[in-house]
């Protein structure tokens, strides 16, 4: 049973159109985070939202943006894609109450040609 | 800040050997660590986390890792490689002045030669 769910799986999309990954959780955590994982960087957080009111800049901001539906969703949107936001894309939540652990999805890869 | 520095980029043992990937880290603060696990085309999962209760914490599939303050360090060992522990190892620490956001080192890849 999946807790934290990623959709799509893998997209193909060109440049300049406007996609939205999407991201469910089960495990009722307040907190939900969006990264991005490039060869060699390790992970790199976009965007964090610690309640539905509640959304913050990441690292690596700029060419993305979130939406916060309801507790359990938190979508990201890229308005216009390019090249080299290909990359593979990571939801999670997390518990405060557990040093902040992180729970992840099984992540979105994604290619813009 | 706090900084996270895994210092190989790969590490290659033999099967039944000893695994060490060795991290590094800096903090202002008594830190709060963690050790995730990415297989090939799979997500992210938990391996152990330092809660400050003990200094040598032991996780899944036999993986242990010592905190050591003088060192700075947090390094992940098992004491035989399996082949199914081929994988990207990432350390990461808490960060306190940002709502205690992960930082991430940038991975090590264990590969494991039969």
């Known amino acids: 049973d999946a807790d934290v769910t990623q959709t799509p799986r893998n997209r193909i999309t060109k440049t300049g159109k406007r996609i939205m990954l999407e991201c469910s959780q089960t495990k009722g955590h307040d907190r939900m985070y969006w990264y991005r994982q490039d060869p060699g960087l390790g992970l790199r957080l976009i965007y964090y939202?610690?309640?539905?009111?509640?959304?913050n800049k990441g690292e690596i901001s700029d060419g993305y943006s979130v939406s916060r539906q309801a507790q359990a969703k938190f979508s990201l949107s890229l308005e216009s894609a390019i090249p080299n936001q290909t990359a593979l894309y990571f939801c999670?939540?997390?518990?405060?109450?557990?040093?902040?652990?992180?729970?992840f999805g099984p992540g979105t890869r994604l290619t813009v040609l | 800040a706090q900084s996270v520095t895994q210092l190989d980029s790969h590490v290659s043992v033999s099967e039944g050997t000893p695994v060490l990937l060795r991290c590094n880290y800096s903090?202002?603060?008594?830190?709060?660590l963690f050790w995730y696990v990415q297989h090939p085309n799979k997500g992210l999962q938990l391996l152990l986390k330092y809660t400050s209760a003990a200094t040598l914490v032991k996780g899944i599939n036999g993986f242990e890792a010592e905190f050591k303050k003088s060192e700075t360090s947090f390094h992940l060992t098992k004491p035989s490689a399996h082949m199914s522990d081929a994988a990207e190892y990432f350390c990461?620490?808490?960060?306190?002045?940002?709502?205690?956001?992960?930082?991430w080192g940038a991975g090590t890849k264990l590969i494991i030669k039969p």
């Open positions: 903090s202002s603060y008594s830190p709060s």
């Open positions: 999670a939540t997390s518990d405060p109450d557990r040093l902040n652990e992180q729970f």
């Open positions: 939202s610690f309640d539905v009111k509640d959304i």
């Open positions: 990461v620490v808490s960060d306190p002045d940002s709502n205690y956001q992960l930082i």
